[in-house]
């Protein structure tokens, strides 16, 4: 599976970007700069990004290419083949933010799926990642190994672990005064039913969330090898390994 875009975070405060145009679509652009801190100027200045919300297409079309032209990275509105990046709905939780994006193809479908992201996540989810980011130090003494860290942070913020993010509370302090050692050297076997991700079980969408390598026949789908972490190693084989290494080793073979 491909994507159309690479999903990313850019830091735009104090930077100039470009905004082109008048009306509702312009000053929601406009709001959206202001609120990430940018500073928001005309044509010719001298910035990497442009926003382009000009009703007229000729127009439009125009001012895309004269950017273009000097390199500047544009967003045209509702005119996906024109742009070069796209503006996400966000579920905002500062500091944590979630972009939902369709690469321009329905902004009404990210609005809506914002729309029960907002409903579905708690208003202190930002305190629970300011409490996270103020222990880092006190978790890498507690954790010094990475991946045991990295097991124990996710096992603390699983369903119904004591930092669940959808809990009512959650505190830090409290979990790493009685937090267990990290889970140790594991291997799990399983085996899909059907080609298709989401008939995987919760326990095994888990497993692959957390696996530190996933070991897998060459019948596993790629759209099932997806849902496992971006960093996780993986190894074709036709067999569970009896020496699999360190960590969590997910073994999967299909039905």
């Not at 405060?13 to 928001?40: D, S």
């Not at 200045?45 to 001012?63: C, F, G, Q, R, S």
């Not at 509702?78 to 902004?107: E, H, N």
């Not at 390598?213 to 996780?232: F, N, Q």
């Amino acid at each position: 599976m491909t994507w159309p875009a690479l999903p990313l975070f850019m830091t735009v405060a104090g930077r100039p970007v470009i905004l082109l145009g008048e009306g509702e679509a312009a000053a929601a652009k406009r709001r959206l700069l202001e609120r990430a801190g940018a500073a928001v100027v005309g044509e010719d200045a001298d910035a990497a990004l442009a926003i382009v919300a000009i009703e007229d297409k000729n127009e439009a079309v125009a001012a895309v290419a004269r950017l273009k032209a000097r390199g500047v990275l544009v967003n045209a509105v509702d005119r996906p083949a024109l742009c070069d990046f796209t503006v996400p709905a966000i579920v905002d939780r500062d500091p944590v933010l979630i972009a939902i994006g369709t690469g321009g193809a329905s902004a009404g479908l990210a609005a809506a799926l914002r729309q029960r992201l907002e409903a579905l996540l708690p208003q202190h989810l930002g305190m629970l990642v300011t409490a996270l980011h103020a222990a880092r130090e006190a978790i890498r003494a507690r954790f010094p190994d990475g991946a045991d860290r990295r097991r124990a942070i996710g096992a603390a913020l699983a369903s119904g672990g004591p930092l669940d993010p959808m809990a009512a509370t959650q505190d830090v302090t409290a979990w790493l005064a009685t937090a267990d050692d990290a889970r140790g050297d594991a291997l799990v076997t399983i085996r899909p039913r059907t080609a298709d991700p989401d008939d995987l079980t919760l326990y095994e969408a888990r497993l692959l969330a957390q696996a530190d390598r996933v070991m897998h026949d060459a019948t596993v789908p790629v759209a099932i090898l997806d849902r496992a972490r971006a960093d996780a190693a993986r190894i074709v084989c036709t067999a569970p390994p009896v020496a699999p290494g360190p960590g969590l080793t997910l073994y999967m073979e299909m039905l």
